[in-house]
């Protein structure tokens, strides 16, 4: 019986205090969301895999920062 594991992704860019450079993706291949200091911190898809210890992941890339609307 196969155990279902979350599609993880490795994040490339940004802010050098992210948390997390590992994070889940739900769907795969979407545009990713961080929340980070007040924002958003958006990653979008690349065609590059990186070895991680979690294995072979997909590559998502910073491409910009947007702040929380009040």
Known sequence: ??????VKAVLEGGPDDLPE???PITPPGQ???IPHRG???HFKTTPRH???P???LPVYEW?????IAE
């Open 1 to 6: 019986m196969a155990t279902k594991h979350p």
């Open 21 to 23: 450079r590992i994070v």
């Open 31 to 33: 545009e990713l969301k």
């Open 39 to 41: 924002g958003y911190e």
């Open 50 to 52: 990186q070895d991680t």
């Open 54 to 56: 979690e294995g072979r």
């Open 63 to 67: 491409w910009e920062r947007t702040e």
